[in-house]
Each structure stands twice: as C-alpha cells, then as structure tokens.
C-alpha cells in the first residue's frame, strides 16, 4: 500500500519538476529574446514613448541599457537554477546523428524540424515533428520520406 502511494507521489514529483523546468527555459527564451534588444518589460528605458504605450498605440522602440544589467543578472539566476541535478533528465538528450550527449540549453544545439501535409475531410492539416542534433550534425539529418524539412 505505502508503495502505490509512494509512487504517486514520485509521478506528481516529476510532473510538478518537468513543468518547472519548461516554465524555467521559457524564461531563460524570453531574457535571451530581451537581452537581444527585444525587451518587452515596460519599465525599461527602451520604450521611449510610455505614454503611448499605455493608450494601446505601438511604442516606438530604441534600446537603451538600463535594464541590461538586470537581465543578465535574471539569466544567470535561471541557469543556475536549471543547471540543478533535478532537471538533468530533462536538458539532456542523445543526438541522433553522432549518439553524442547533447544540452538542449546550448548554443550548439539545434532543432530541425520536419512538416508533411495530411488530408482529412477535404481539409489539409500539416503534422509537425522534430529532431535535437548538434548544430553540426544537423546538415546530415536524413529527411523521412514523404516529409518536408520546414
């Protein structure tokens, strides 16, 4: 009995850590996205016109530094974070061309993804899938048949 019960919780341990992990990497995706002059906090010097801004208009952007500090500082906060033994499991995969560790957090990691159109009640769907290789393996990524690389 303490077993099946032990189990549960082991099963909602996991689930509870891989969606930290996924809210953690969408965070890092989104301080890596500012820090490429792209910041979206409304805060920051780079929106010049905040005024307009709060009237719903487009702001115009130009980037200043003063929130760059703060960024780098949230970044390697989140890394640190992810580079903890818990989320090992999910940042590390094999690469399917070299059978190499591969971190998907890394800058030599790639996605290369593949589409292929489905008809289905005369509607055209397209499924999606992937494959993580290294940014150098990924040029020699067979392409399934009857796929297209997107």
């Known amino acids: 009995m303490h077993l099946i019960k032990d189990r549960n919780n082991l099963n909602k341990m996991t689930k509870n850590e891989k969606e930290e992990y996924y809210l953690l990497t969408d965070k890092l995706e989104e301080i890596e996205w500012a820090i490429d002059c ?5 805060d920051c010097d780079k929106y010049m016109y905040k005024d307009l801004l709060k009237k719903k208009y487009m702001p115009v952007l130009e980037h200043n530094f003063s929130c760059m500090k703060k960024l780098k500082r949230e970044k390697e906060a989140v890394l640190r974070i992810l580079f903890q033994r818990k989320y090992i499991k999910y940042r590390y995969l094999k690469c399917n061309i070299c059978k190499k560790s591969l971190d ?14 489905i008809k289905e ?6 499924q999606w ?8 393996c990924a040029p020699n990524v067979k392409i399934p048949k009857g796929w297209n690389k997107s």
């Open 38 to 42: 792209k910041c979206n906090d409304i």
């Open 104 to 117: 998907k957090l890394s800058e030599k990691s790639k996605i290369v993804s593949f589409t292929r159109p």
């Open 121 to 126: 009640n005369r509607k055209v769907f397209y």
């Open 129 to 136: 899938d992937c494959v993580w290789a290294h940014s150098i």
